[in-house]
């Protein structure tokens, strides 16, 4: 078969070279909180430009991998994400480490992630042909349900009330809305001149989990705290590990699929694949009350998830040019660079370039989990900063990663107001997930449900074009199906603990 067949091609030394370097540089660029893995990609594109085709896809391609699972290292560690695809490890991962068991979360964290991760790269080797055709039947009615199936995990997430959770959501929501109508193109909600351009996601994402950590962290420097004190760092054996992880064949087995079909859908991205594996992953646990406490569960589904969403997120994007991740969609660009076309060509014409790419992409898993795991031994000097610095490095970098988006002021603002706000709002308990969910779905929601409706006026009309179709009608059931299933949860919940009371 071919991907045997160029495997030498990726194993050279000038390719092992380059995916080692992008995969180290990757998962450093993943744990700083800000540069997401679309950034990471879009800024190492132009050293592609002098360097062969194939060795330059290896690069984006190590960089694009490494960096979604580099973003749980902050996330575990200091309660921020590294990028959206992380807001689901935060849940559970940091509970971990602060008892005590830091390194037994970063370890699942990589070893779910590589599992994750070939799982979806086989995907992209044996079963391209036939999920390209499946990606185009996604059109805007079906990426409408795909976002209201989002919207239907928020009231539990992260939150001990499914009201506060659901009333964060709908906070995130509504900031979404902000900036100009992408449709009608007038403005909605900017009663300040720094609203003009919408909120960023990057910005968002930030501000509600860096700034109240910040604040947090000064909170505690003040009473004479020590991050260090706050939890210690075990030595745990990878082998340990290891077993329990694959052990876990639930929430491996949800978080891979999860991840390999929300990787097919044009434009989905890693966040939504972390989530809803979250989500999925609670609700079929025999005890949903662990999550949010620590339970290795929870890292193990969204990690595996947003690995898996990698391979598969290529499919679409190498054979009919519709990237189906928004990194994808950067690495689109490093294709067309190298005047290299996504299609049928590009397996035929252009299969030595393709083939060691895809071969290199596989590689890049394993090297992914080595380097990882061999970081998780050095994450105590994290915890041994005192606050005081601990504080001051985060902001730093909160300020830069926000600025460095767009290169835009009021991206900081924005920052700090949405985070001094969360800070409050975790007093109140309030979850920043929700807002963070509502913010990612809003625009995706809004958007596709105006040009469907555009799309519907013009043919058979809107309730049919939204309620009919196989998809359609799975994509309703599921949304169903899972406010059902909260509502269950939640009233089963009440009932256990009023019979505790009694």
Not at 130 to 141: D, M, R, T, V
Not at 229 to 254: G, H
Not at 374 to 381: D, L, T
Not at 399 to 427: C, P
Request: hydrophobic share 50%; aromatic share 10%.
């Amino acid at each position: 078969m071919d991907f045997i067949r160029y495997l030498p091609d990726a194993l050279s030394a000038w390719n092992l070279l380059i995916l080692c370097i992008g995969t180290i540089g990757g998962l450093v660029l993943g744990a700083t909180p800000g540069l997401s893995p679309t950034m990471a990609v879009a800024l190492l594109i132009p050293f592609t430009f002098q360097m062969p085709a194939d060795s330059g896809l290896i690069l984006l391609g190590s960089v694009y991998t490494a960096t979604v699972a580099g973003g749980a290292v902050s996330a575990i560690l200091v309660n921020i994400p590294g990028a959206p695809a992380n807001i689901a490890t935060v849940l559970d991962g940091h509970p971990l480490a602060q008892q005590g068991r830091a390194t037994e979360a970063l370890h699942y964290c990589f070893i779910s992630s590589l599992i994750g991760g070939v799982l979806g790269v086989l995907v992209l080797i044996f079963f391209t042909p036939i999920l390209a055709n499946f990606a185009l039947k996604f059109g805007p009615s079906e990426l409408f349900w795909i976002a209201i199936l989002g919207v239907t995990v928020i009231g539990s997430l992260g939150s001990k009330s499914v009201l506060k959770g659901l009333f964060a959501g709908a906070f995130g929501l509504w900031l979404s809305t902000i900036g100009y109508d992408p449709v009608m193109g007038v403005e909605r909600f900017v009663f300040s001149s720094y609203l003009t351009g919408g909120i960023n996601i990057i910005a968002a994402l930030i501000g509600l989990f860096a700034i109240p950590q910040v604040l947090g962290m000064l909170e505690s420097a003040a009473s004479g705290g020590r991050i260090s004190e706050m939890y210690d760092l075990e030595k745990r054996s990878v082998w340990t590990s290891f077993r329990y992880n694959i052990s876990r064949v639930r929430a491996l087995t949800i978080g891979s699929i999860t991840g390999i079909i929300v990787g097919l859908i044009p434009g989905a991205g890693g966040q939504i694949a972390g989530l809803v594996s979250y989500d999925q992953t609670r609700k079929m646990s025999r005890d949903p009350s662990r999550f949010g406490k620590g339970e290795p569960d929870g890292v193990i589904a969204a990690e595996s998830a947003n690995n898996a969403m990698v391979g598969p997120s290529l499919v679409p994007l190498l054979t009919l040019s519709v990237p189906g991740s928004p990194t994808a969609a950067v690495l689109l660009g490093g294709l067309l660079i190298h005047g290299l076309f996504p299609g049928p060509n590009l397996f035929t014409t252009h299969a030595k370039v393709t083939w060691t790419f895809i071969d290199a992409l596989l590689l890049g898993q394993v090297l992914m989990a080595v380097f990882g795991l061999m970081i998780s031994r050095y994450s105590r000097f994290v915890t041994r900063v005192s606050n005081n610095f601990m504080a001051a490095a985060v902001t730093v970098l909160a300020v830069f990663g926000t600025y460095s988006v767009q290169n835009n002021f009021s991206d900081v603002m924005v920052m700090m107001t949405l985070g001094t706000a969360m800070y409050f709002g975790i007093k109140l308990g309030f979850s920043p997930a929700p807002v963070v969910l509502g913010i990612i779905l809003g625009p995706i929601a809004e958007t596709n449900f105006a040009q469907g409706r555009l799309i519907a006026e013009s043919s058979q009309g809107v309730l049919p074009y939204f309620f009919t179709g196989t998809i359609n009608l799975v994509l309703i059931a599921l949304c169903v199906g899972s406010i059902g299933y909260s509502i269950f949860t939640e009233v089963r919940a009440a009932r256990r603990r009023k019979g505790a009371s009694q």
